[in-house]
Nanobody, 125 residues
Framework: QVQLVESGGGLVQAGGSLRLSCAAS????????MGWFRQAPGKKREFVAA????????YYGDPVNGRFTISRDNAKNTVYLQMNSLKPEDTAVYYC??????????????????WGQGTQVTVSS
């Protein structure tokens, strides 16, 4: 089993910044990718960002590209999401996800084997 512990969510003004953290523990010897997804009330789950652990390739969803940055700390099995220039439409519950093996994709959500509990991000106008 893999456990994901998220932190860093909160309430911010439009234009502000937040950094989310997700620490993986347990059976982390098999780690292909980690990612971030979000879901707002009444909307479908949306891909935010992903990082391939071996090599560090990064990918972003169109709504956040250029504003958000995903990064990692290999020693801590931790992934971060730096969110800048936040907009009210970024308001959502943000989920960290962990993929144990290669599947060829990273953006649907169905590839991931473990999920965090989610952390609320609210951006006021």
């Amino acid at each position: 089993q893999v456990q994901l512990v998220e932190s860093g969510g909160g309430l911010v003004q439009a234009g502000g910044s937040l950094r989310l953290s997700c620490a993986a523990s347990g059976r982390t010897f098999s780690n292909y990718a980690m990612g971030w997804f979000r879901q707002a009330p009444g909307k479908k789950r949306e891909f935010v960002a992903a990082i391939i652990w071996n090599g560090g390739s990064k990918y972003y969803g169109d709504p956040v590209n250029g504003r958000f940055t995903i990064s990692r700390d290999n020693a801590k099995n931790t992934v971060y999401l730096q969110m800048n220039s936040l907009k009210p439409e970024d308001t959502a519950v943000y989920y960290c996800a962990y993929d144990t093996s290669y599947s060829g994709t990273y953006y649907s959500g169905y590839e991931y084997d473990y999920w965090g509990q989610g952390t609320q991000v609210t951006v006021s106008s």
